[in-house]
T-cell receptor, first 114, second 116 residues
Framework: AAGVIQSPRHLIKEKRETATLKCYPI?????VYWYQQGPGQDPQFLIS???????DKGSIPDRFSAQQFSDYHSELNMSSLELGDSALYFC?????????????FGPGTRLTVL | AQKVTQAQTEISVVEKEDVTLDCVYE???????LFWYKQPPSGELVFLIR??????QNEISGRYSWNFQKSTSSFNFTITASQVVDSAVYFC?????????????FGQGTRLTINP
């Protein structure tokens, strides 16, 4: 079965650079979520989109922005990168975004900021 | 706010032993959903189970079983006859609905090591 696709899988950036992470949800899933997982920590919700509209926002820095496109893929844009942004970034998708929908996670993008 | 607590930070057992991972949650919602995810060393998050607040039946899937008790706000996960491949970090999560959207609130995770 098709899964969530994330690219790139690994990314190395310098401080103050920008990064763009991409997410392709499972086919026919219209809801996308982004989570950040720091080393040794649990995943923290950043932002979600339902039918190309932002549906919720968590502890996402103002330096980060995201959007969902007409084909339902999503991109997380990160600017003025800081050392503390080094983390594993997960994208998840669910069929409808309804309460109780199971979120299926992609393999993650490991971002390292030097 | 909703909260999930996994008090066991790390557990180490010998292969073939049974092991239970604890999960306690807090919520004011009457309708909520609980999940378990597995994160193996490769890093991905693998969905294991979903349970809604109205269904207190225990569930068994092969060597895995889950015990949901609303009275104690717990959703514990047991692995029977553990195997080395079960070594991973396991996360319990609670579905929190805000303004119609849904986000997952995760516990801190339990790192399970199965020794041969």
């Amino acid at each position: 079965a098709a899964g969530v696709i994330q690219s790139p899988r690994h990314l190395i950036k310098e401080k103050r650079e920008t990064a763009t992470l991409k997410c392709y949800p499972i086919p026919r899933h219209d809801t996308v979520y982004w989570y950040q997982q720091g080393p040794g920590q649990d995943p923290q919700f950043l932002i979600s989109f339902y039918e190309k509209m932002q549906s919720d926002k968590g502890s996402i820095p103002d330096r980060f922005s995201a959007q969902q496109f007409s084909d339902y893929h999503s991109e997380l844009n990160m600017s003025s990168l800081e050392l503390g942004d080094s983390a594993l970034y997960f994208c998840a998708s669910s069929p409808t975004g309804s309460p109780g929908d199971t979120q299926y996670f992609g393999p993650g993008t490991r971002l390292t900021v030097l | 706010a909703q909260k999930v607590t996994q008090a066991q930070t790390e557990i180490s057992v010998v292969e073939k032993e049974d092991v239970t991972l604890d999960c306690v949650y807090e919520t004011r919602d009457t309708t909520y959903y609980l999940f378990w995810y597995k994160q193996p060393p490769s890093g991905e998050l693998v969905f294991l189970i979903r349970r809604n607040s109205f269904d207190e039946q225990n569930e068994i899937s092969g060597r895995y079983s889950w015990n949901f008790q609303k009275s104690t706000s717990s959703f514990n996960f047991t692995i029977t006859a553990s195997q080395v491949v079960d070594s991973a970090v396991y996360f319990c999560a609670l579905s929190e609905v805000i303004q119609g959207a849904q986000k997952l609130v995760f516990g801190q995770g339990t790192r399970l090591t199965i020794n041969p």
